[in-house]
């Protein structure tokens, strides 16, 4: 004779026996046991979804910002060993035929120096206040419509196209906002909003003055020094108008 059984399960059922279960083995267990076994239990999901969640938010953060204050979607840039863009011009005669296009802007780009209290005179040992830094000259109206550098202005005010005695200095270069020096690298002291400094580029020198500062998260923006892309010109003493 064959005997058959027919069991109901429900999600209830099986609830109350995992309790039950659990229950039974938690009176038994040892209590310090059980509490270690939670802590690993916790810190095992920490470290493989709220730390690798935060890692990779962060790095997202850095690259979205990074696209939205500097490259935009396409970033044109010149060959490893040019130090422009030949024929510039064509180029951005080229992009300005793109009907797809929503807006671009062009950059001239250099190196130069920072210099403040450059009419005090150095006593012996003395070291000069000044940094080093990439110089990027632009068109503040096309600028700003790419990338909304007026928009992370922390203090101060944007630059107009007219305004060629203004400049735009990034927070990390001056040492009130970036309290860090090593050998190669001393931030800027005793400058802000509104201070007169001497910006040389190779032979070339301008007093400017200080009109806004920046602080947008992106080491492009925060670290550089944006001027009238017609005085960086000037400076650099190029007359071809390369980007």
Do not use: C
């Not at 990779?56 to 044109?76: M, P, Q, R, W, Y």
């Amino acid at each position: 004779m064959e005997k058959t059984f027919s069991y109901k399960h429900s999600f209830k059922t099986d609830l109350k026996v995992g309790a039950f279960l659990a229950k039974r083995d938690i009176r038994r267990a040892n209590i310090w046991t059980t509490v270690l076994f939670i802590f690993v239990m916790i810190f095992t999901f920490l470290n493989l979804v709220v730390v690798s969640g935060i890692l990779v938010g962060l790095i997202e953060g850095s690259v979205d910002a990074n696209k939205k204050h500097n490259t935009g979607d396409i970033f044109i840039t010149s060959f490893l060993n040019r130090d422009y863009i030949e024929q510039s011009q064509e180029v951005v005669k080229t992009v300005d035929t793109l009907s797809t296009l929503d807006n671009y802007t062009a950059r001239i780009t250099g190196g130069g120096k920072l210099i403040a209290d450059y009419r005090s005179t150095l006593l012996k040992g003395q070291k000069e206040n000044s940094v080093g830094a990439s110089l990027v000259g632009i068109d503040p109206i096309a600028e700003n419509e790419v990338t909304g550098i007026a928009k992370i202005i922390s203090k101060g005010t944007y630059l107009t196209p007219t305004d060629a005695d203004g400049i735009l200095v990034g927070q990390d270069l001056l040492y009130q906002y970036n309290p860090i020096e090593f050998p190669g690298f001393s931030a800027l002291k005793n400058v802000d909003v509104g201070s007169r400094v001497l910006l040389q580029v190779g032979d070339q020198q301008k007093e400017y003055i200080i009109r806004g500062l920046l602080k947008g998260k992106v080491n492009e923006t925060d670290a550089r020094i944006f001027m009238l892309a017609s005085e960086l010109r000037k400076l650099k003493g190029d007359t071809n108008a390369n980007f």
